[in-house]
């Protein structure tokens, strides 16, 4: 059974910095991705990477501030986001796929983790 299983939300101040974590289990997959949604809002693209990894891509709202990586060691997926802005504020979303293409729709990913709240206060 895959399972995508995120922590590390919770509620910060604007300028602050979190990192999200989540464990992949139950197959191999291609390529993550981590999305996020905004109340009112669909959800939206942040950042994908390769399953190997050195191919990241990044939403240009979040780029040079939020870092996708992996660690080999356990499947554990990390989105470290820094300089944490209040239009950050959302479900953040981890998500998996077969295929390594890197790819930023959400249809383009069919494993998905529960979600985990990330609130910045300005």
């Known amino acids: 059974q895959v399972q995508l299983v995120e922590s590390g939300g919770g509620l910060v101040q604007a300028g602050d910095s979190l990192r999200l974590s989540c464990v992949a289990s139950g197959r191999t997959f291609g390529s993550y991705a981590w999305f996020r949604q905004a109340p009112g809002k669909e959800r939206a693209f942040v950042a994908a990477n390769t399953w190997r990894g050195g191919n990241r891509y990044y939403a240009d709202s979040v780029k040079g501030r939020f870092t996708i990586y992996r660690s080999n060691r356990d499947n554990t997926l990390f989105l470290q986001m820094n300089n944490l802005k209040s239009e950050d504020t959302g479900v953040y979303y981890c998500?998996?796929?077969?295929?390594?293409?890197?790819?930023?729709?959400?249809?383009?990913?069919?494993?998905w983790g529960q979600g985990t709240q990330v609130t910045v206060s300005s």
């Open positions: 998500a998996a796929a077969p295929s390594s293409r890197l790819q930023t729709g959400v249809d383009d990913y069919a494993y």
